[in-house]
């Protein structure tokens, strides 16, 4: 990982800031391009949020599916923990 993507990630998750972006539509669909585009993609699941619980889960179920087809999915203290 590089040193600018490290930073930013810890700048991002390690905010005490309660913004989180629409997973169903936002996350899932830079995920997607991301995927398309070659990059491996891991996705804070507590990072992100919906209007509705249900399209939240089934958002991240769409990204997990298959064995992480489009990515990956954990939770942002365990991505903090693995890159500090």
Same mark, same amino acid.
């Given at each position: 990982?590089?040193?600018?993507?490290? $930073?930013?990630?810890?700048?991002?998750?390690?905010?005490?800031?309660? @913004?989180? #972006?629409?997973? #169903? %539509?936002?996350?899932?669909?830079? %995920?997607?391009?991301? @995927?398309?585009?070659?990059?491996?993609?891991?996705?804070?699941?507590?990072?992100?949020?919906?209007?509705?619980?249900?399209?939240?889960? %089934?958002?991240?179920?769409?990204? $997990?599916?298959?064995?992480?087809?489009?990515?990956?999915?954990?939770?942002?203290?365990?991505?903090? #923990?693995?890159?500090?």
């Amino acid at each position: 990982m590089g040193l600018l993507a490290r $930073k930013f990630l810890l700048d991002v998750l390690g905010s005490s800031s309660s @913004n989180t #972006a629409a997973t #169903a %539509i936002i996350s899932y669909m830079h %995920i997607r391009e991301a @995927n398309d585009r070659g990059y491996d993609c891991l996705v804070p699941e507590d990072c992100v949020g919906s209007y509705f619980p249900q399209f939240q889960e %089934i958002g991240l179920q769409m990204i $997990k599916a298959q064995g992480g087809i489009f990515g990956w999915v954990s939770q942002s203290a365990h991505i903090l #923990a693995a890159i500090r």
